[in-house]
């Protein structure tokens, strides 16, 4: 069982209480404050939540806001409760929620403003107590290639969100397209692409922390190792482009007012332990 979240930008049109509010997928002067496209949720309906045992999984609504290597904020940046909860920013709802209410609330994915494949916007998180070497897993979506492949093992090219779209230069590294603790593999996986005959280019799920039962700061994924660690002769270090949010506004662009500030995870070049020059 998992729990699977869709990106959307969020500007809050309505609070309903410490943690609960109402949020606009558009910027609202667009379509004149229309109350029938507020989306409303609970932004203490979390997996890290579910895992304490202080909602059901079955209950989750949000995304985790999270806390990235980089130390910027990422996940569901609203919340998470009043005073603190943030006027505009960005909500990862979960996704048959997402899908129900897409109609009504004008949801897109990617999201306004945004470029790319959907599942670029797209988080997963494994329940944990469960049968699956990814449970208690995060996972979070990219578009990737693979240009070279040694039985599991692959080179793969890496796009931060909408990078590849934007003719962006990728993040390169070696990993095991068969280990659950680097990336989303096993049955029902959303991970695309794969060795032999799967295909070479599409979505690519990095492990990208984990949920447990008590809060902890999130976790990079397995490979490539910590700016403090050594880098392993057969897993290279990443290389190429420098971090840039998830969300708008894009790399190298000023803030549109339109599109909430840039709240976002590092890409995944943001996580090297170096560059190759």
Do not use: N
Request: proline share 9%; aromatic share 8%; hydrophobic share 35%.
């Amino acid at each position: 069982m998992r729990s699977q979240f869709i990106t959307t930008v969020a500007f809050v049109g309505r609070i309903d209480g410490e943690t609960r509010c109402a949020f606009w997928a558009e910027e609202p002067t667009e379509h004149g404050f229309d109350p029938s496209r507020l989306v409303s949720v609970d932004l203490a309906l979390t997996p890290s939540a579910a895992a304490r045992g202080e909602t059901s999984w079955d209950a989750v609504q949000v995304d985790d806001s999270t806390v990235s290597l980089s130390g910027a904020l990422t996940g569901t940046t609203l919340g998470p409760r009043w005073p603190e909860m943030q006027l505009s920013g960005v909500v990862l709802l979960e996704a048959t929620m997402w899908r129900r209410l897409a109609a009504a609330a004008h949801l897109t994915c990617p999201p306004a403003g945004a470029t790319g494949h959907d599942y670029e916007y797209q988080t997963v998180v494994y329940w944990p107590h469960r049968s699956d070497p990814r449970a208690g897993q995060r996972y979070t979506g990219y578009h990737a290639e693979i240009l070279e492949a040694r039985g599991t093992l692959a080179k793969v090219a890496v796009y931060s969100s909408g990078g590849a779209a934007r003719g962006a230069k990728p993040s390169v590294t070696w990993i095991d397209l068969a280990s659950p603790e680097q990336c989303d593999v096993g049955r029902g996986s959303l991970t695309q692409i794969g060795v032999g005959d799967a295909p070479k280019k599409g979505a690519l799920f990095l492990a990208t922390g984990t949920v447990t039962t008590a809060a902890a700061a999130p976790r990079g994924p397995k490979i490539p190792p910590w700016a403090s660690e050594s880098v392993s002769p057969k897993i290279p270090p990443w290389e190429g482009e420098s971090a840039s949010p998830k969300i708008p506004p894009w790399e190298g662009e000023s803030a549109s007012p339109k599109i909430p500030p840039g709240l976002g995870e590092v890409s995944p070049s943001g996580l090297a332990a170096g560059y190759e020059k």
